[in-house]
C-alpha cells in the first residue's frame, strides 16, 4: 500500500570470529533493505581509530556513504561521485566484498534520486559479487532488497512475479525477510486491483492481497516480530475498508491499538486509520455525509503531501470509485485530473533528478581537472613554507644556543635554592610528624580515661539493677511455684511481695542514676540545647539563684558570696543554660572542695572586662585546689579525681561545652595546691536594648588565664 513503515532486518550471517572490526562490518553487511542511520552511526563509528586492512577501509569507508545517502543535508550527487571513486579503487584491488558494498551505498543514492532503473542495476551487480565472493546468504538478501526498489518505481507487474520466485524459496529466508517479502507482494497485489478496470481481475488481485497480509501477520504472530505484527493489523484494516468490510476492519484496528498500548501511533498511521473511518463511512452511511468527509480528507492530504502520498492516491481512488457510483462526476473527473497531474509531477521530478545527476558526471572532468591545479598550487606553497622553516629553525638555533648560558646560570641558582628549601621540608616534616604523633598519644589517652569513667560509673547502678531484676524474678518463680503446688500462705504472699519491692525500688534507683548520667553526657552535645536567646535581668536572677544555693549549702560554717552585682543588669542571653552551668560549679565546690570540711567559702564575682565588650564572671572557692598533673584535663569527659565515688567527670566537661559552643563565650581554670580553684568565664555582653549601664564602680576581676581552652 505505501513504502512506508517497513520494519528493520536483523542479522542473517553468522558473525565474524576475526575481532570487533569484523563483526561490526558483518552486521553492516547483513543489514536488510530498512536502512537505519543509527545503526552506522553508532557502530562505524567505533573502527575510527582501528588498525584497518585497505580492503576493510574501503569496505568501511563504503558503509558510511550508505550511512549518509539519506541524510537531507548531504548533496547526493556528491554521494554520488564519491560512491564511483570507492568503486573503482574497489575494482582496482579485486576486492569483491568492498565492490558489493560500493554498489549498495550506490544503489541508496540512486534510489534516493528516484533513478529506480539504475538502483535495480546496482542491486544486481551486488548480488552477482557476493555470489562470486561464496556469501549466498548475501546474495539472498539482495534479491529480497529488490522488492522494496521495484515498489518505489511503481512497477507493480514485476514486483509480483520477483515476490512470488522468491517465495517459492521461503524456506530459505529467514522470518524477518519472509515478512518483507509477503508486504511486498500484498501492496503489489493492492495497487494492481486498484489499477484493473475488469471486476473479476480485480477481486483476485483483492482476494490474493488479503491472503498475502493474512499470511504476513500469522508469520509475525509466530515468530514474534511485534512491530512487523502491527505493520499486518494496520494494511489489512485497510484493505478491509476498501473492500468494505466493516466488521473486519475495525476488529484489526482494535487489536492494532490493544497491540500498540499506551504508545502514541505515528502519524502516517493514524491518516491511515481515518482513511479507514471515512471509506467505511462511503460503504455503511449516508451518501452526502460520506461523500463531503471523503472530500475534506481530500483537502487535507492535499496541503501535506510530505508523508501523504500513499494516503492522497487512496483517497483519488476512493473519489473516482464513489464519485462514478453515485454520480458525482465533476469530482470524479478532478481526481482522475489530480491523480494524473501527480503522475506527471513525479516523472517530471525524476526526469530533473536524471538531468542534475547527468550534469553532475559531466561537470567531474572539470572538477578533477580544478582540483589538480589547486594541489600543484599547494605544492609550491609547501615547497615555500619549507624553504621558510628552515630559515626560522636556524634563528631559533642561535637563540638556544644563547638561552643555553643563561640557563646553565639560573639551573646552579636554582639547585643551591632547592637544596636549601629541601632541608627547610625535611626539618618542618619531622616537626609535623613528631607533633601529630604527640597530639595522636593525647587523644588517645583522653578517649581512654573516658571509655574508662563511663564504664566504671554505668557499672555500678546498672549491676545492682540487674542483680535486683535476677532476685525479682527468683522470688516471682517461687511464688509461681508454690501456687501451682498449692502451698503458697499469706505471710509468704506478703513476703515476697516486699522483697518484690524492695528489688522494684532497687532497680529504679540504679535506672535512675543511669539515666542521670546519660543526660549529664548528652550534655556534653551542644545539639541537645535548643535554647533560645531571651532577654532577662541578670543581677536580679543571680541573687534569686544565689538564695537557692544558700538553702543548699551543707552546714552552717558555709558560705556563699555575691560580689561586683549593680541592683539591675537586664541582659540578652541563655538563661537556663547559664543557670545549668553555675548549679554545675556549685554542685563541682560542694564534692571536691569540701569534701570532708565543716567549714567553706565561695565567692562569685561579676563585671566587664576592661577594654573589650565581654562580661567576667569568676566562681571562686577554697577548697585544697587541683592538682596541677589534673590540672589539663579537667576539662575532658569522665575525668574525675573521685571516680567511683560519687564524681562522674561531666561537671566541668558540660559547663565548657555550654560556655564556649552554645553562648560563645571562653573559659579558663586556674588553681594552686591549696589555693582552692577559681573557674573564669568570658560570656559576649549583649545587653538587650533596654539595658542599663553598669555603673563604673563595679570591679573588674578577671586577670590573664592560667589554663585557656
Known amino acids: 500500500m505505501s513504502d512506508i513503515d517497513r520494519p528493520g532486518m536483523p542479522n542473517t550471517a553468522p558473525l565474524s ?29 567505533q573502527l575510527q581509530d582501528q588498525a584497518l586492512t585497505t580492503e576493510q577501509a574501503l569496505e568501511l569507508e563504503a558503509f558510511r556513504l550508505l550511512a549518509l545517502a539519506t541524510a537531507p543535508a548531504v548533496e547526493p550527487q556528491d554521494l554520488l561521485l564519491k560512491g564511483r571513486d570507492l568503486l573503482d579503487l574497489s575494482q582496482a584491488h579485486g576486492f569483491k566484498l568492498a565492490e558489493a558494498a560500493c554498489w549498495r551505498a550506490i544503489q541508496w543514492v540512486q534510489t534516493r534520486l528516484k533513478l529506480h532503473h539504475a538502483a535495480l542495476e546496482s542491486i544486481a551487480h551486488a548480488a552477482a559479487l557476493y555470489e562470486q565472493a561464496e556469501r549466498l546468504d548475501l546474495a539472498q538478501l539482495m534479491r529480497v532488497a529488490r522488492c522494496p526498489v521495484l515498489f518505489m518505481a511503481e512497477m507493480y507487474p514485476e514486483l509480483r512475479q520477483t515476490s512470488a520466485a522468491l517465495l517459492q524459496q521461503r524456506a530459505e529466508l529467514p522470518p524477518a525477510l519472509q515478512q518483507l517479502v509477503l508486504n511486498n507482494a500484498a501492496s503489489a497485489a493492492y495497487y494492481l486491483a486498484n489499477e484493473e ?30 512491530y512487523a505484527e502491527l505493520v499486518a493489523h494496520l494494511n489489512l484494516a485497510v484493505v478491509h475498508a476498501t473492500l468494505g468490510h466493516g466488521s473486519a476492519c475495525r476488529e484489526h484496528l482494535s487489536r492494532l491499538h490493544a497491540q500498540a498500548g499506551d504508545g502514541p501511533l505515528q502519524p ?58 453515485w454520480g458525482f462526476m465533476d469530482q470524479a473527473l478532478r481526481a482522475s485530473l489530480t491523480q494524473l497531474q501527480q503522475e506527471r509531477e513525479r516523472k517530471r521530478e525524476l526526469s530533473r533528478a536524471l538531468g542534475e545527476t547527468v550534469q553532475a558526471v559531466m561537470e567531474r572532468p572539470r572538477l578533477l581537472q580544478a582540483n589538480e591545479l589547486l594541489s600543484r598550487h599547494g605544492s609550491e606553497l609547501e615547497q615555500s613554507l619549507a624553504q621558510r622553516n628552515q630559515e626560522l629553525s636556524h634563528a631559533l638555533a642561535k637563540v638556544q644556543a644563547e638561552a643555553s648560558i643563561r640557563a646553565a646560570a639560573e639551573a646552579a641558582l636554582k639547585r643551591a635554592h632547592d637544596e636549601l628549601e629541601a632541608q627547610v621540608l625535611q626539618r618542618t616534616a619531622e616537626l609535623e610528624v613528631a607533633l601529630r604523633t604527640l597530639m595522636q598519644q ?37 511464688l509461681r511455684q508454690q501456687a501451682r503446688d498449692g502451698l503458697l500462705r499469706r505471710s509468704d504472699l506478703d513476703q515476697g511481695l516486699a522483697r518484690l519491692q524492695e528489688g522494684s525500688a532497687m532497680v529504679d534507683r540504679g535506672l535512675a542514676r543511669a539515666g542521670q548520667l546519660v543526660e549529664r553526657f548528652k550534655a556534653l552535645a551542644i545539639s541537645q540545647h535548643q535554647e533560645v536567646a531571651q532577654d532577662f535581668d541578670l543581677a ?15 552546714g552552717a560554717g558555709f558560705q556563699l558570696e555575691l560580689c561586683g552585682l549593680p541592683p539591675t543588669l537586664p541582659w540578652h542571653g541563655h538563661r537556663r543554660a547559664l543557670h545549668e552551668v553555675l548549679e554545675q560549679l556549685f554542685d563541682n565546690s560542694i564534692q571536691h ?18 577594654g573589650e565588650p565581654l562580661l567576667g564572671l569568676d566562681w571562686q572557692d577554697d577548697g585544697p585546689g587541683i592538682p596541677p598533673e589534673h590540672l589539663p584535663h579537667v576539662l575532658e569527659p569522665f575525668f574525675s579525681a573521685r571516680l567511683g565515688q560519687g564524681g562522674s567527670g561531666l561537671g566541668l566537661s ?18 594552686e595546691a591549696g589555693q582552692g580553684c577559681r573557674v573564669a568565664i568570658e560570656l559576649p555582653a549583649r545587653p538587650n536594648r533596654a539595658a542599663a549601664a553598669i555603673p563604673d564602680d563595679v570591679p573588674m576581676p578577671l586577670g590573664e588565664a592560667q589554663h585557656r581552652t
Open 654 to 671: 558540660t559547663v565548657h561545652s555550654l560556655v564556649c559552643a552554645l553562648m560563645g563565650g571562653r573559659m579558663a581554670v586556674h588553681s
Open 268 to 325: 502516517s498511521w493514524l491518516l491511515w486509520e481515518r482513511l479507514c473511518g471515512v471509506l467505511l463511512r462511503c460503504r455503511e452511511g449516508g451518501r452526502d455525509e460520506a461523500w463531503h468527509a471523503l472530500l475534506a480528507l481530500d483537502a487535507e492530504l492535499s496541503k501535506a503531501p510530505a508523508i501523504s502520498v500513499g494516503h492522497r492516491d487512496a483517497v483519488l481512488h476512493a473519489l473516482r470509485y464513489f464519485g462514478e457510483r
Open 197 to 226: 478496470v475488469d471486476a473479476s481481475q480485480a477481486r483476485r488481485f483483492w482476494e490474493e492481497c488479503l491472503a498475502l497480509h493474512q499470511e504476513s501477520l500469522c508469520l509475525t504472530q509466530a515468530h514474534g516480530l511485534g
Open 593 to 610: 572542695a569540701w569534701a570532708g570540711r565543716n567549714a567553706g567559702r565561695i565567692v562569685v564575682k561579676l563585671g566587664l572586662k576592661a
Open 17 to 45: 570470529e576475526g575481532g570487533a572490526i569484523d563483526r561490526t562490518l558483518e552486521q553492516a553487511r547483513s543489514h536488510a533493505t530498512s536502512f537505519e542511520q543509527s545503526f552506522f552511526a553508532e557502530r562505524l563509528s
Open 442 to 478: 593525647e587523644k588517645q589517652l583522653a578517649l581512654s580515661r573516658m571509655v574508662v569513667g563511663v564504664a566504671h560509673e554505668m557499672n555500678t547502678p546498672l549491676g545492682n539493677a540487674r542483680m535486683a531484676a535476677s532476685t525479682m524474678q527468683d522470688q516471682c518463680q517461687s
Open 540 to 554: 536580679v536572677q543571680l541573687r534569686e539563684w544565689a538564695e537557692v544555693w544558700r538553702g543548699r549549702l551543707p
